[in-house]
């Protein structure tokens, strides 16, 4: 037997994740998945439903893949065992925890493999214990001080700038690392945004950086704005819980909201009255048929024409994925939202969650905004 059992661990939800998809990756083909991978969820409440899953993860574990003959890779996600106190130190749940131990100290025959992913594993636990002695540990902990923090990050961007094949000036990297923090997630989010702002093989500077760059929870909001653009719907939902969540008003995340629909309306309409068309290789947008009394409204007020190529360019992205009657519709709600905020009884959060998904609609997304080389065609 070899050893296939597998745990990921540590306080770095990103990392964990990533190094889980390319455990998966690596060892189920994406044509397999279907018969050769079983989730088990472990981000249960309750003690019967933990109990449940722990036999769900058991029986999976003596069941070969679906029409046999094949590996089968078993993912224990998040267990609440481990995540919750409460449901871990159960008197029910102790015993099926030592027979999952037990499983993994025996190791699994061939063609089976177990995938247990954590943020939270005590490191002298029987179970890490064993999956130490005879299995395979990843374990992503950020560290527990400042200048641990910082190095995990420096060695991730490092990592990513040569994926992404970018390149940053030291200072402009030190002021990036300032501003961002070193939660991975926004490290990878923001490195990738970067990468978009700068010119193919041009170098980062700290302009670029405090241009492009969000500060803090900054970072959270442009996510936001975009999923609601985008109307990706899960991670809109995503998005917004982790504000309310940090303490953001529902009024000003509404706000912001309404500020970037408005944006989309004027990309929208510009799109549809082709007073903007993309130039070549999409490096920007020609405005040469906008009529003069819009250019004159530009002018007087932001010149919607005079925003960096990438911000617009993402604008013009979103804004083919809606129509001017759902942006107006979806302008509306939002107005219409602020002022229940303030005069409805109804819990807050709950209530710009469902206005807000109401506003950006249910709809299939439309077509993108045509590209250069469609427009040449």
């Given at each position: 037997?070899?050893?296939?059992c597998?745990?990921?661990?540590?306080?770095?939800?990103?990392q964990?994740?990533?190094?889980?998809?390319k455990?998966?990756?690596?060892l189920?083909?994406a044509?397999?998945?279907a018969?050769?991978?079983?989730?088990?969820?472990?981000r249960?409440?309750?003690?019967?439903?933990?109990?449940?899953?722990?036999?769900?993860?058991l029986v999976?574990l003596?069941?070969d893949?679906?029409?046999?003959?094949?590996?089968k890779?078993?993912w224990?996600?998040?267990?609440?065992?481990?995540?919750s106190?409460?449901?871990?130190?159960?008197?029910t749940?102790?015993?099926w925890?030592e027979?999952l131990?037990?499983?993994v100290k025996?190791?699994?025959?061939?063609?089976?493999?177990?995938?247990?992913?954590?943020?939270?594993?005590?490191?002298?636990?029987?179970?890490?214990?064993?999956?130490?002695?005879?299995?395979?540990?990843?374990?992503?902990?950020?560290?527990?001080?400042?200048?641990q923090?910082?190095?995990?990050?420096?060695?991730?961007?490092?990592?990513?700038?040569a994926?992404?094949?970018l390149?940053?000036?030291?200072?402009?990297?030190?002021l990036?690392?300032?501003?961002v923090g070193d939660?991975?997630r926004?490290?990878?989010?923001?490195l990738?945004?970067?990468?978009?702002?700068c010119?193919?093989?041009?170098?980062?500077?700290?302009?670029?950086?405090r241009?492009?760059?969000?500060?803090?929870?900054?970072?959270?909001?442009w996510?936001?704005?975009?999923?609601?653009?985008?109307?990706?719907?899960?991670?809109l939902?995503?998005?917004?819980?982790?504000?309310?969540?940090q303490?953001?008003s529902?009024i000003?995340?509404?706000g912001?909201?309404?500020k970037?629909?408005?944006?989309?309306?004027i990309?929208?309409?510009?799109?549809d009255?082709?007073?903007?068309?993309?130039?070549?290789?999409?490096?920007?947008?020609?405005?040469?048929k906008?009529?003069?009394?819009i250019?004159?409204?530009?002018e007087?007020?932001?010149d919607?024409?005079k925003?960096?190529?990438?911000?617009?360019?993402m604008l013009?992205?979103?804004?083919?994925?809606?129509?001017?009657?759902?942006?107006?519709?979806g302008?509306h709600?939002?107005?219409?939202l602020?002022e229940e905020?303030?005069?409805?009884?109804?819990?807050?959060?709950?209530?710009?969650?469902?206005?807000?998904?109401?506003?950006?609609?249910?709809?299939?997304?439309?077509a993108?905004?045509p590209?250069a080389a469609?427009?040449r065609?």
């Amino acid at each position: 037997m070899g050893k296939n059992c597998h745990l990921i661990c540590g306080d770095d939800e990103y990392q964990v994740e990533q190094a889980a998809r390319k455990l998966v990756d690596r060892l189920v083909p994406a044509e397999n998945r279907a018969f050769g991978l079983e989730l088990v969820d472990g981000r249960v409440e309750t003690v019967d439903a933990c109990l449940a899953m722990i036999r769900q993860c058991l029986v999976s574990l003596d069941t070969d893949g679906l029409f046999g003959g094949g590996a089968k890779l078993t993912w224990l996600r998040e267990p609440a065992f481990l995540s919750s106190e409460r449901v871990g130190k159960s008197e029910t749940i102790k015993p099926w925890i030592e027979k999952l131990t037990a499983r993994v100290k025996e190791g699994l025959p061939a063609g089976q493999t177990l995938l247990l992913t954590t943020l939270n594993i005590h490191r002298g636990s029987a179970l890490f214990k064993a999956f130490q002695a005879a299995g395979e540990v990843q374990d992503f902990v950020a560290g527990t001080n400042k200048r641990q923090r910082e190095e995990a990050a420096r060695r991730l961007i490092a990592d990513q700038q040569a994926r992404l094949g970018l390149k940053i000036e030291p200072q402009a990297q030190a002021l990036f690392l300032a501003q961002v923090g070193d939660n991975a997630r926004l490290l990878v989010s923001e490195l990738q945004k970067l990468g978009c702002y700068c010119e193919p093989g041009a170098t980062a500077t700290v302009k670029d950086v405090r241009e492009i760059v969000s500060v803090g929870r900054e970072a959270i909001i442009w996510d936001l704005l975009d999923a609601f653009g985008h109307r990706e719907t899960v991670k809109l939902i995503g998005q917004l819980r982790t504000q309310f969540t940090q303490g953001n008003s529902p009024i000003a995340v509404a706000g912001m909201l309404e500020k970037r629909v408005r944006e989309l309306l004027i990309a929208r309409e510009a799109i549809d009255r082709q007073w903007a068309v993309p130039g070549q290789n999409d490096a920007g947008w020609n405005w040469d048929k906008l009529p003069e009394e819009i250019g004159a409204w530009f002018e007087a007020g932001e010149d919607f024409r005079k925003l960096h190529p990438y911000r617009l360019r993402m604008l013009m992205t979103q804004a083919g994925k809606w129509t001017l009657r759902e942006l107006r519709r979806g302008r509306h709600m939002l107005v219409e939202l602020r002022e229940e905020l303030v005069s409805s009884g109804l819990p807050p959060e709950w209530l710009a969650e469902i206005r807000i998904l109401q506003a950006m609609g249910a709809r299939a997304p439309r077509a993108a905004a045509p590209s250069a080389a469609a427009s040449r065609r």
